[in-house]
């Protein structure tokens, strides 16, 4: 058997996956709590243990892993116009697999390095100007951010005509300063992919040694990226197939955690109807975002606090009941459920999670009235035809009614404004399996491919 161990070190859990590349199967999934006050690999040998070995031991031909322990990897974006290369930097930070705690635009202040130190990012990304355009902001900001009373990891990615003198300014107080292609070289133009890598280097080369991640590495090959990346990753692979091995096409994946809840869209999103003219920035072909306020368990309060009415009505609780269910979760974050209550409050939370971050996610219809008549104007992405959405995540798996869940995906036709998928068709990852297959995409594509069409199912 050619054995792969593929590991996810998660903010609640640590999932592994076994799998056999000859056969292409799942040998088997486990989870334990992450372990990371500890010593992450704690948490990891637990979940190994459970599933049965060999009689001749295991004989790992891959070992990779991938990690959104310790709160992830927590970035800030800086840019000039909040509209354009702060959205760019932005983007760039989501597209790498990163938490976004702040994005700045304009001059940095002092409360806004106040604001940097408080947050204590793991990464900065600067951007600003296009190339060849304003460079005396971004010259501003790096000259501040070399004032900063604390180091960090810095990825340049804006106008390059002043790259150097920033660099050079940044270097003053941080390390490593990482020079990046522009994100915004022209108005109007996107190009994240450099400070995409940029970000995925220093995070490899730094950030899991500063997060204890570093324990793990001694057992393992490598932590090759942040979970997120891997789930987007394996996203765009099954989407579009590899080599002669056809993909299920456009898709969404909502991934509901027990910190975050992102949404990856692997869609071009242009208008699905005719007359609507486009807004704001060009739409990557595979978009991340991440909420979080949107977990299930260590940001439960401030998904109950963003749910609001909804979550009350649908329940058709008291406050004091939510409450209740609410302190459950708080006191124990690896709790799953154990009462038909606890089983009720969990799926509402999902139902809420899926709801607020997919709505977030799409595209939004705005109506403009001219001499002319009415015209439409369409931000972000328009996902009404978009034929499969994917869930996974606890929640999703040991709820008995997933797609009750799932169907917070859906357009609401009270909210006709918000471009959310009319008429999916839904698909569980059952088993657990996405974060594993982008490792496994890194050296068996094709294979991952054809494994991901079997294991996830269509509900």
């Not at 001694?218 to 990753?233: C, G, K, N, Q």
Request: glycine residues 10%; charged residues 25%; negative net charge.
């Amino acid at each position: 058997m050619q054995a792969v161990l593929l590991i996810d070190f998660g903010s609640t859990y640590t999932k592994v996956t076994i799998v056999d590349l000859d056969k292409e199967e799942i040998v088997g999934t486990a989870r334990a709590g992450t372990t990371i006050e500890t010593n992450i690999m704690d948490g990891m040998k637990a979940a190994l243990k459970q599933i049965p070995e060999p009689s001749g031991g295991w004989n790992f031909v891959r070992k990779l892993a991938c990690s959104s322990a310790a709160g992830g990897l927590k970035m800030i974006a800086s840019g000039l116009v909040k509209e354009l290369t702060a959205e760019a930097a932005r983007r760039a930070a989501l597209g790498a697999g990163a938490r976004v705690l702040e994005v700045f635009s304009y001059e940095l202040t002092k409360q806004d390095l106040d604001k940097i130190v408080n947050l204590k990012p793991d990464i900065l990304l600067l951007a600003g100007g296009t190339d060849g355009g304003n460079k005396e902001v971004i010259l501003k900001n790096a000259e501040m951010l070399s004032t900063l009373p604390i180091g960090l990891p810095i990825v340049f990615a804006g106008n390059k005509t002043a790259a150097g003198q920033a660099a050079d300014s940044l270097k003053k107080r941080h390390n490593p300063v990482v020079i990046a292609d522009n994100v915004m070289p022209e108005l109007g133009v996107l190009s994240v992919e450099s400070a995409r890598l940029a970000i995925r280097e220093v995070f490899l080369s730094h950030i899991i040694h500063a997060k204890g991640l570093d324990k793990a590495e001694e057992f393992l090959e490598r932590i090759l990226m942040p979970t997120p990346s891997a789930v987007l990753s394996a996203a765009e692979l099954l989407a579009k197939g590899h080599g002669s091995e056809p993909g299920m096409g456009e898709l969404m994946i909502v991934d509901v955690g027990g910190a975050t809840t992102d949404v990856h869209s692997i869609a071009k999103g242009d208008p699905s109807k005719p007359g609507v003219m486009l807004k704001g920035l060009p739409e990557p072909f595979a978009k991340r975002t991440v909420e979080g306020d949107l977990g299930m368990r260590y940001s439960s309060e401030a998904l109950v606090e963003t749910a609001g009415k909804r979550l009350v009505d649908y329940l058709g609780w008291d406050n004091d009941q939510i409450n209740c269910q609410l302190n459950l979760c708080k006191e124990d974050p690896w709790r799953t459920p154990q009462t038909p209550e606890e089983e009720k409050f969990d799926l509402a939370m999902g139902r809420m999670a899926v709801s607020v971050a997919v709505e977030r996610h799409a595209g939004t219809m705005e109506v403009v009235y001219t001499p002319f008549g009415a015209s439409y104007i369409q931000n972000g992405k328009d996902l009404t035809p978009l034929p499969v959405v994917i869930g996974t995540g606890g929640v999703l798996l040991y709820q008995r009614n997933p797609q009750e869940i799932l169907q917070g995906a859906v357009f609401n036709s009270q909210e006709p404004t918000i471009l959310k998928p009319q008429e999916p068709g839904f698909y569980l990852d059952k088993e657990y399996i996405l974060a594993a297959m982008g490792l496994l995409r890194e050296v068996a594509p094709q294979a991952t491919l054809r494994m991901m069409k079997k294991y996830i199912v269509k509900l």
